[in-house]
């Protein structure tokens, strides 16, 4: 889905192929479609967060100020694989898999 597979290089964060390599399918639908990915992206980060809460403080018993920090510092390292995986949760929502099409355009393959 992305031009380039990492995420933590973030020049190329939001960079994305236009078509599916494998059924073809256009990523960008319309302007500004992937803003709702925001929604997305809020509840991921909320989940990120109560996870290293969960861990620093029940885990490793520290304290608010320290398992404060590890929430801060979870959610600036996973920011980016945030980022792409609530775009691909948001694009799910609308698009449905179809064999069908994926069996079209196999050997099939989109420009770059």
Known sequence: ????????????????????????????????FFYGAMYVSYALGVAFAV??????????GSGLMTSF?????????????????SRNIWINFFIKFDKGTAKRHQGVVAPK
């Open 69 to 85: 920090f590890a929430i801060v510092g979870t959610l600036v390292v996973f920011m980016p694989v945030i980022i792409r995986l």
């Open 1 to 32: 889905m992305y031009r380039n597979q990492n995420p933590y290089i973030l020049g190329q964060i939001f960079k994305m192929q236009d078509n599916c390599s494998h059924c073809g399918l256009k990523y960008k639908i319309e302007p500004s």
């Open 51 to 60: 996870a290293a809460f969960i861990i620093s403080f029940l885990f490793f």
